[in-house]
């Protein structure tokens, strides 16, 4: 959990109880006691009216609210822009969590800033991804959080077809097609696979180790580099 989210449930849990140990919250956060006194200072350092000490209790002053979230116009305008793109060019999973963002801020604003996501004159172009594409770019997204190895075949510019085992780093969008940005086990080095050329794609059980020299960081530097070469 995120120290930012770990706060906000610290806040919830007094809210909802009349006392609240340190000791309870440590258990249900799944931190030290140590960790939890020093979130708690750190709220009443930036104005959370909590009351108690350590190894009794804490209490929350009645009548304590969040303050309603707040953001710019430009600021909603970039968060609305953001969701149709995805929802216009990523797989049906990412387009539902666009789509429950928008959601859960328009559920948080104050009354007067409701309803203004919706006026956002910003679009994106109502061009769905193949269902093939959108089907791959799912399982690659998992197999980039999990580092699971993965084997495609792959139709290459010249139309030749080639089957690869690679370690899936990143995905990257282009404006009008995704590649995949992976370390290629045949070739020994980085390599860009567009997603619509890849014919089938399996997602292998073998997860592959944080190597230095094959990490998405060491892909960036090699792309950074190589581009800066071919200016000179």
Not at 38 to 56: F, H, K, N, T, Y
Not at 190 to 204: A, G, H, K, M, P
Request: hydrophobic content about 40%.
């Amino acid at each position: 959990m995120r120290r930012a989210d770990r706060l906000f449930q610290v806040v919830q849990f007094l809210r909802s109880r009349r006392v609240t140990t340190a000791r309870w919250l440590s258990e249900v956060l799944e931190v030290s006691e140590r960790t939890v006194y020093r979130d708690v200072q750190d709220l009443v350092a930036s104005g959370v009216p909590i009351e108690g000490e350590a190894g009794i209790g804490y209490v929350i002053r009645r009548g304590y609210d969040l303050p309603p979230l707040m953001f710019t116009r430009d600021e909603m305008t970039a968060l609305t822009l953001g969701a149709r793109i995805v929802n216009s060019w990523a797989d049906p999973g990412l387009a539902m969590a666009a789509q429950s963002v928008l959601s859960k801020v328009e559920t948080v604003l104050p009354d007067a800033l409701k309803g203004e996501l919706d006026q956002t004159r910003l679009f994106s172009p109502l061009v769905q991804i193949p269902a093939r594409v959108a089907a791959f770019m799912g399982e690659l997204r998992s197999a980039v959080d999990h580092r699971n190895k993965v084997v495609i075949t792959y139709t290459r510019a010249d139309g030749a077809d080639s089957k690869r085992v690679i370690r899936p780093l990143g995905l990257f969008f282009w404006g009008t097609v995704w590649t995949l940005g992976a370390w290629c086990e045949m070739r020994q080095a980085f390599r860009n696979f567009r997603l619509d050329r890849i014919e089938t794609l399996r997602v292998c059980d073998e997860r592959y180790p944080n190597e230095p020299g094959k990490t998405l960081e060491d892909m960036i530097a090699y792309e950074k580099k190589r581009m800066n070469d071919e200016t000179l």
